[in-house]
């Protein structure tokens, strides 16, 4: 079965659920409808030989009407093929229904998404952080989270109680705030001195 | 005078845990490995639920080196993020540098010329070789065979000798650019590398000769860690741990890149899913990586090492001193970076540990709007807790250095 055709089966079975399919590069991908997601991933591992899930992740579209979306790349041992679904997830209302149920892989990918971009997984065992540790405040892969960093309060140990510091870099040509300037005008040399780059991400 | 004190774990896994074991009522014991522990290979640490010696229960806890790969990529041009990929799989950074560079040209829909081809493949393999000589002398090592990982270092420090010639570096490499390598292979590469591949075997049959016989390390790894077929599929495992479960699938062969479809080598798949046949499975991958890169040495073409595309590719650094054309490509392509077009592409490669994949969504221009690393470190060492249960605490040494994970490449 080619992804073409398992599209062509989704489109019929679940009518109305399915957008229009996307090419690009040779590789498929159909948004989907986050209410049906684990209906029509069931469908896909029994009926059309996805059996692996290769990857989850989830984008911030900072700026965008609907701000999430969450993509899963299925892959079929048996076909050879992917096919790739994606759903998108309004900000006002940031739950998925999680997809461990079909796949076991789906627990940490799906950690992982709650840990970086804060969707939550209506339905998953064990929704903890899992790369941050447990009570960091922030969602770190946000668009809207800096690249230098928040500080936070680490948690206590045996040891000592620590707070994590934001990386001194203010001004520095990786350092941005999401969505506010081009790689070009991040450019060091745009700006003459560290502190007119300062008061440029300043008055930004 | 003796005093109580009611300790508060702060640790949520651990808590989770000691609810569970309330409910219980039994005499379990949690202890932690990691996340310095020697056979953790990195800071992994693991939860683990003991009844005595044998294993109930085991929760990987992972993200001690987490750096925020992804975040950095989508804030650097798609060139700058070449270093950040070495020090994914520090163990095979060729392979990472190779695996990235594919993707970046799947967005821009460029192919690169042959010999670039011939080229990147001879890093992957050897870059495969490596990784299985730490991987398998590290397994020895936490078992106690201290001899295998001091001969198999040897060989890799042969590697990195090779590492050195071809691009400078011994260990971050950074060797490919978007569209072709940092510099062609020098002369005296594919002799030094051939002197290397007639060395390799004999040590491989020394390190066969000295484990797959051995009553020990036979007692330590048959039927330990047994990973069924389905459970692996389930999880997600690639790699060798997939084919050590049975599983034929190696992208080299299912979905052929940079010319892999060219050379002659076999696929080893296991039979029973253990750790034994998880280390069969990286013997054999070393014999069949050799066979490959004579195979490579011999066909390397020649000609065009960077694909003819200005507006992508690097221009050569002597034409950027002299030309007016190369200087503005050159100054385009580092402060702005390529212009990607707009697109969503994944492309994977089969690296030492599995399916290596980079998921890249670009909105058009020189930074990717997100990029994905699926790393199959990250993936594999889900399958612990399904591995290790009812398994006594030392095998847990043998499945972790089975599985051959590497921390860098996990928590990204």
């Known amino acids: ?204 | 005078m003796a005093t109580t004190q009611n300790i508060e774990l702060i640790d949520s896994a651990a808590r989770a845990q000691r609810t569970f074991e309330d409910k219980l009522g039994g005499e379990k014991m949690i202890l932690n490995m990691g996340p310095s522990h020697p056979s953790t290979h990195g800071v992994l640490r693991v939860v683990l639920e003991l009844d005595g010696e044998e294993i109930i229960n085991a929760w990987p806890d992972i993200g001690y080196l987490h750096r925020g790969d992804e975040k950095i990529a989508e804030n650097m041009t798609y060139t700058q993020f070449i270093p950040y990929t070495d020090r994914l799989d520090y163990l095979a950074p060729l392979a990472n540098n190779v695996a990235y560079a594919y993707a970046v040209e799947k967005l821009c829909g460029i192919d690169v010329p042959p010999r670039c081809k011939s080229i990147r493949v001879i890093c992957a393999e050897l870059a495969r070789i490596s990784s299985h000589l730490l991987g398998i002398g590290a397994m020895a090592m936490d078992i106690g065979a201290m001899t295998v990982f001091l001969w198999l270092f040897r060989e890799r420090e042969k590697i990195y000798d090779l590492c050195e010639l071809i691009c400078g570096a011994r260990f971050t490499t950074s060797y490919t650019r978007i569209g072709g390598l940092a510099n062609d292979m020098p002369d005296d590469f594919l002799p030094m590398m051939r002197k290397f591949l007639k060395d390799l075997p004999a040590t491989i049959d020394e390190v066969d000769k000295l484990l797959t016989r051995n009553k020990i390390f036979i007692e330590r790894n048959r039927e330990i860690g047994v990973l069924s077929p389905a459970d692996a599929i389930d999880l997600g495992v690639t790699g060798p741990n997939l084919r050590g479960s049975g599983v034929e699938w190696d992208i080299r062969k299912a979905h052929p890149y940079g010319g892999y479809e060219n050379y002659q080598f076999d696929v080893p798949v296991g039979t029973m899913g253990d750790c034994f046949d998880r280390y069969l499975c990286r013997m054999e991958e070393m014999r069949q990586s050799v066979r490959i890169l004579h195979q490579a040495a011999d066909t390397m073409p020649d000609g065009l090492w960077n694909a003819p595309e200005a507006k992508i590719v690097l221009p050569e650094k002597k034409a950027v001193l002299t030309k007016m054309e190369e200087l503005i490509h050159h100054f385009i392509n580092v402060t702005e970076g390529i212009n990607a077009p707009a697109g969503e592409v994944y492309f994977s490669a089969e690296n030492p540990k599995g399916e290596l994949g980079f998921y890249i969504i670009s909105k058009g221009g020189g930074t990717p709007h997100r990029l994905k690393i699926r790393a199959p470190s990250f993936v594999n060492l889900q399958a612990v807790p399904v591995m290790a249960k009812g398994h006594m605490i030392g095998d847990m040494v043998a499945i972790l250095g089975s599985l051959d994970f590497v921390m860098g490449e996990c928590d990204r």
């Open chain 1, 1 to 204: 079965m080619t992804p073409q055709e398992a599209i062509k089966q989704l489109e019929t079975r679940f009518a109305g659920a399915t957008g229009v399919p996307v090419e690009f590069r040779g590789e498929f991908t159909v948004t989907v409808a986050r209410e049906k997601l684990v209906e029509i991933c069931r469908f896909l591992k029994t009926e059309c030989g996805f059996d692996m899930l290769t990857d989850l992740s989830g984008v911030d579209n900072f700026g965008d009407d609907s701000r999430y979306e969450v993509d899963y790349l299925l892959y079929s041992l048996k076909h050879r093929c992917h096919l790739r679904l994606k759903i998108v997830v309004p900000e006002d209302n940031l739950v998925v229904d999680s997809v461990t149920g079909v796949w076991r892989t789906a627990d940490w990918h799906e950690r992982e998404a709650f840990d970086m971009f804060g969707i939550r997984f209506h339905g998953h065992p064990n929704l903890r952080r899992i790369l941050m540790w447990d009570g960091y405040p922030y969602h770190p892969m946000r668009k809207d989270f800096p690249l230098a960093g928040l500080p936070a309060d680490l948690p206590e140990t045996a040891v000592d109680a620590g707070r994590a510091e934001a990386a001194p870099m203010i001004g520095g040509p990786f350092v941005t705030t999401s969505g506010a300037r081009t790689a070009a005008d991040r450019e060091p040399r745009q700006t003459d001195t560290a502190s007119e780059r300062f008061e440029k991400k300043e008055t930004s």
